[in-house]
């Protein structure tokens, strides 16, 4: 089976105007990702999907495939789904562009997982640092079953507790690494809103409760860090310079 990476990349962040484009080390934050996607799965399996010229040109100059999609596209996945009409995949991988110290194994084992079940979403998740606070509604926290299935996610700190001896150890975090088939994406689409929890949470992959899919979770390494806004830049620059001996 083809696994393609997809990583959407939208110009026209409400938070973070031209994030993907981003100097980190003085290198695109999208070209950080592309560069880790392809050393898992090969760069000729790496696409970037896009609204915006100057991210297509940056990611085409670097020997990358941008795929253009429309400036309407209401979240990160359906933007995904758009991409995927253009590519010959039997498992899409989504990787955020906004994740630049995602570990390739990590990409690897996320597609193994949703090979060995064609039948589920599949996503990543991590555990929230002791550097990092559960209550920081930039990290989405992850609710599970005792089957690692998706039972919920959210901003606020969960899960909840009514005694403070109960209160949980650690919390789980989403690491934004997704896999899809083409039909899953498609019924993500056409789903033609955003669900009314997704809305609330802006949460993009709780819609897939909403059509009924289970959602594996699967664990990855710690360390992922995120850029949501620019006061972010600074941290996840000094955590790569570690990872490279920088």
């Not at 297509?56 to 100059?61: G, I, T, W, Y």
């Amino acid at each position: 089976m083809r696994r393609a990476v997809i990583i959407p990349a939208r110009y026209a962040s409400s938070r973070y105007p031209g994030k993907p484009l981003v100097p980190l080390l003085g290198k695109p934050m999208i070209l950080w990702v592309a560069e880790l996607s392809a050393k898992a799965i090969g760069a000729e399996n790496v696409y970037i999907a896009t609204e915006d010229p100057r991210i297509a040109e940056v990611v085409r100059s670097a020997g990358f495939q941008p795929v253009m999609t429309s400036t309407s596209a209401l979240t990160g996945t359906d933007r995904l789904a758009e991409a995927a009409e253009q590519i010959e995949a039997d498992i899409f991988i989504n990787v955020q562009g906004d994740e630049p110290l995602v570990n390739p194994a990590d990409i690897l084992n996320i597609g193994d997982a949703k090979a060995g079940s064609m039948d589920v979403v599949v996503n990543g998740y991590s555990w929230v640092s002791d550097q990092e606070n559960p209550d920081n509604v930039n990290i989405p926290k992850v609710i599970t079953n005792e089957r690692d299935e998706l039972v919920y996610m959210s901003r606020v700190a969960l899960p909840g507790y009514k005694d403070p001896k109960n209160a949980p150890e650690r919390y789980k975090k989403q690491v934004c690494i997704y896999a899809f088939t083409g039909e899953e994406l498609n019924a993500f689409r056409q789903f033609g809103r955003k669900s009314e929890l997704e809305r609330c949470e802006d949460i993009e992959i709780l819609r897939f409760l909403e059509l009924g899919k289970r959602v594996l979770m699967i664990e990855t390494q710690p360390g992922s860090l995120a850029v949501d806004v620019p006061e972010d830049v600074a941290g996840v620059e000094m955590a790569l310079k570690r990872k490279h001996g920088l």
